[in-house]
């Protein structure tokens, strides 16, 4: 069964300071890998889509890195601004044989402090 | 396209009562999910269907959930009788094929009391 765990649960940075979250997954047998922006009582942003054969992907001051073999997947923001402050949540398409479906990490709260 | 659409936004019901939420996904896309968040669990998915056929239905916690798709437009996600422990947020989501990005609805926060 695919696990995916985020850490850490929550994170406090001054602003202008470049955040690096963290999320693992223990089967790599995956199609790919999102990551997601949730603000509270919203719904999920997509921010990016990494594929499998891919090792990162790039959107702005977003950087997200892809280690399929070892199970990790790390997104870079920045020059953190306090608009950056959400929840951040990584999730794993699994292959057929995996479930073929999307499972979510938890999630990294985050703060920019102005 | 506005994105994906869900109904009602907000739904407090009492315990027993039937609860009915809805979900109109990106026109074109044809895989649709439905997931429940809260905070002890996070998101689960409940239920996904691609071309409006139920595929998975291993995360739907009981009976008394039911879901269904009678076309590519539209979803629903029945709770019947609805208890106190269902109190969540639902989320609906689709995406076009299975390893694209999923776009998701802005959830709906049930409530039952």
């Known amino acids: 069964k695919q696990e995916v765990t985020q850490i850490p649960a929550a994170l406090s940075v001054p602003e202008g300071e470049n955040l690096v979250l963290n999320c693992s997954f223990t089967d790599s047998a995956i199609y790919n890998l999102q990551w997601f922006r949730q603000d509270p009582g919203k719904g999920l942003t997509s921010l990016l889509l990494i594929q499998s054969s891919q090792r990162e992907q790039t959107s702005g001051r977003l950087n997200a890195s892809l280690d399929k073999s070892s199970g990790r997947s790390t997104l870079y923001i920045a020059a953190s601004q306090p608009g950056d402050s959400a929840t951040y949540l990584c999730?794993?398409?699994?292959?057929?044989?995996?479930?073929?479906?999307?499972?979510f990490g938890g999630g990294t709260r985050v703060l920019v402090k102005p | 396209d506005a994105g994906v659409i869900q109904s009602p936004r907000h739904e407090v019901t009492e315990m027993g009562q039937e609860v009915t939420l809805r979900c109109k996904p990106i026109s074109g896309h044809d895989y649709l999910f439905w997931y429940r968040q809260t905070m002890m669990r996070g998101l689960e998915l409940l239920i996904y269907?691609?071309?409006?056929?139920?595929?998975?239905d291993s995360g739907m916690p009981e009976d008394r959930f039911s879901a269904k798709m009678p076309n590519a437009s539209f979803s629903t996600l029945k709770i019947q009788p609805s208890e106190p422990r269902d109190s969540a947020v639902y989320f609906c989501?689709?995406?076009?094929?299975?390893?694209?990005?999923?776009?998701f609805g802005q959830g709906t926060r049930l409530t039952v009391v």
């Open positions: 989501a689709s995406s076009l094929g299975r390893s694209t990005e999923a776009f």
């Open positions: 999730a794993v398409y699994a292959i057929k044989a995996a479930g073929n479906k999307l499972t």
């Open positions: 269907f691609n071309n409006n056929v139920p595929i998975d």
